[in-house]
């Protein structure tokens, strides 16, 4: 099943703007992960946030998390043609044992130059 | 290698057939993955092995379909009497802990004709 939902499923901005992916689960988690994936590609690593941490910076990434309202949000600020890919949030259950890793549906992220 | 390499990119087989895929995580990693990603989805979770402990086999969709994990290494996820609904990119992954970033592999294709 889906734990992760991506909002919104497709994403277009030129050059230079802020992107906003966000998303939502339904489970207590672990923590938080963010991927990116280039079209036809394995997905990358992006960001860990845990789940006693409330916002995370990485470069141009900032994410932020909510576990009261069970919800994500990944900021890409000053957007680059390079930056066009499909973004996935992915939790970690908490609880022992939990290792099963959940990924959403992702956010197609299309960058105009 | 540096990274997790899977084979092959690309199988193309008919209906019915059995097909194997490999994975080679990273050196060291004791956790490993496998994923399911049909065309334009998200990740669907199929099996998850950490160290000696039993495998999570919870996320395989049939009976057909089978995973074992040699030595604590190189892993084959194996589709016997293959159909057309299992074509998708079957992404393996690796990491050095349950609960941490995942490390992708390319991919392997799967064209079920």
């Known amino acids: 099943s889906q734990q992760g939902e991506e909002d919104p499923q497709a994403l277009s901005i030129q050059e230079g703007e802020n992107a906003t992916m966000n998303c939502s689960y339904k489970t207590s988690i672990n923590n938080l992960q963010w991927y990116r994936q280039n079209s036809g590609r394995g997905l990358v690593h992006l960001i860990l946030?845990?789940?006693?941490?409330r916002e995370k910076h990485s470069g141009r990434l900032r994410v932020t998390l909510d576990t009261s309202k069970k919800s994500s949000s990944l900021l890409i600020t000053a957007s680059r043609a390079a930056d066009t890919a499909s973004y996935f949030c992915?939790?970690?259950?908490?609880?022992?044992?939990?290792?099963?890793?959940?990924f959403g549906k992702g956010t197609k992220l299309s960058v105009i130059p | 290698g540096a990274g997790v390499s899977q084979s092959p990119s690309n199988k193309v087989t008919e209906k019915g057939k059995d097909v194997e895929l490999r994975c080679d995580p990273i050196?060291?990693?004791?956790?490993l993955y496998w994923y399911r990603q049909s065309l334009g989805q998200g990740l669907e979770f199929l099996i998850y092995?950490?160290?000696?402990?039993?495998?999570?086999k919870s996320g395989l969709p049939s009976d057909r379909f089978s995973a074992e994990r040699t030595g604590g290494s190189v892993s084959t996820l194996t589709i016997q009497r293959t159909q057309q609904e299992d074509s998708a990119v079957y992404l393996c992954?690796?990491?050095?802990?349950?609960?941490?970033?995942?490390?992708f592999g390319e991919g392997s294709r799967l064209t079920v004709l």
């Open positions: 092995f950490q160290g000696n402990s039993a495998p999570d």
């Open positions: 946030i845990r789940s006693n941490e």
């Open positions: 992954a690796s990491s050095s802990s349950g609960f941490g970033e995942l490390f």
């Open positions: 050196s060291g990693h004791t956790a």
């Open positions: 992915a939790t970690v259950p908490s609880g022992a044992g939990s290792y099963q890793l959940t």
